[in-house]
């Protein structure tokens, strides 16, 4: 327990230290650090003006990473985002110009303004942590996390992230508009500079070695094992799903719960962990049958009946 606590510390002093910056929005703070320590990528989509992009920006400071931002854009290439090789005339030879991925926390702002051939420059990093330019493979830094944002509200100009894309994320978050009281804090501390500018690292890329690997003991028990199966599983049954979530999901899920049980300082995790993340980790995941939309369905209320419907581990019927 004691590792488990020490683990739990370093968490919630970088969730601290996020929040600085991030008024009123420890959950998704959480969220977005539980993705990191589950070696997991992030998607960000809501709104402009609600703090996406730093979040982003904050975590990386906090946890001492190199960072980078990609704005994606309808004429990037992805040679723009991998690298390339550029012919070097007093050597001879080719010399390797890494490209904006070859950093440990990566921002790629409005992902779906880029091209389809664009996004897909971005899979082999995210799924293999490696890039390859002309034929030569190159491994990342680790830790490594694509955290990507994309507004939900303009669809002109845009290119939506296909299925393969999208289940390579393992969590989607959204902001939310703060409260009366929050955004009334937010104008009185960027009065005279913004807090990004005084925010400092409270952790090192091998202190978040550590919490990934300290997540990695975190104890699972076999029934909620097989609750995550099963919810993974009932969302490939479900009428009004035409596509479930994938093995991956429930990959994800597994290493998502654990991380964060590491904020909740446990060396084990429950059903409710499970069901904090169950949205997070399943929505952007799941294809709702034409007649659902129809009908305004959303996705929300199909998980929602999923985590009502499945059984609880150790819960009296």
């Given at each position: 327990?004691?590792e ?9 002093e970088?969730v601290e ?9 420890k959950?998704?703070?959480e969220r977005?650090?539980a ?11 809501d709104v ?18 190199t ?27 080719f ?6 991925v ?39 830094e680790?830790?490594f ?7 939900p ?39 005279k ?16 070695i ?15 094992r ?39 300082d446990?060396?084990?995790v ?21 007649a ?9 209320q199909v ?7 499945v ?7």
């Amino acid at each position: 327990m004691k590792e488990t606590y020490s683990s739990t510390r370093t968490a919630q002093e970088i969730v601290e230290n996020v929040a600085r910056v991030i008024i009123g929005k420890k959950p998704v703070i959480e969220r977005a650090l539980a993705a990191v320590i589950a070696q997991g990528h992030l998607l960000i989509e809501d709104v402009p003006g609600v703090g996406k992009t730093m979040l982003a920006k904050s975590i990386s400071v906090s946890i001492g990473c190199t960072f980078k931002r990609i704005q994606f854009t309808p004429d990037l290439l992805p040679s723009d985002i991998v690298g390339v090789s550029i012919y070097n005339q007093g050597t001879g030879e080719f010399q390797f110009r890494p490209g904006p991925v070859m950093s440990q926390v990566v921002l790629v702002d409005e992902i779906n303004r880029a091209t389809p051939k664009t996004q897909s420059a971005l899979l082999e990093a995210m799924e293999e942590l490696q890039v390859s330019v002309d034929g030569v493979t190159r491994p990342l830094e680790r830790p490594f996390v694509v955290m990507a944002t994309q507004n939900p509200i303009e669809y002109e100009g845009t290119f939506p992230l296909p299925e393969a894309q999208l289940d390579r994320f393992l969590m989607r978050i959204s902001m939310g508009y703060p409260s009366f009281a929050e955004e009334l804090s937010v104008i009185e501390g960027q009065e005279k500079t913004h807090p990004i500018d005084q925010l400092e690292a409270v952790a090192s890329s091998d202190d978040v070695i550590k919490l990934q690997d300290a997540a990695k003991n975190v104890y699972v028990d076999t029934a909620v094992r097989e609750y995550i199966v099963s919810l993974i599983e009932a969302t490939r049954n479900h009428e009004d799903v035409s596509l479930g979530a994938s093995p991956r999901a429930s990959l994800g899920m597994f290493r998502a719960v654990r991380a964060m049980a590491i904020f909740r300082d446990r060396d084990y995790v429950i059903p409710d962990d499970v069901k904090e993340l169950a949205y997070a980790v399943l929505a952007h995941r799941l294809i709702l049958s034409s007649a659902a939309r129809m009908r305004g369905l959303q996705t929300r209320q199909v998980i929602d009946g999923l985590l009502e419907s499945v059984a609880v581990p150790g819960a009296s019927c």
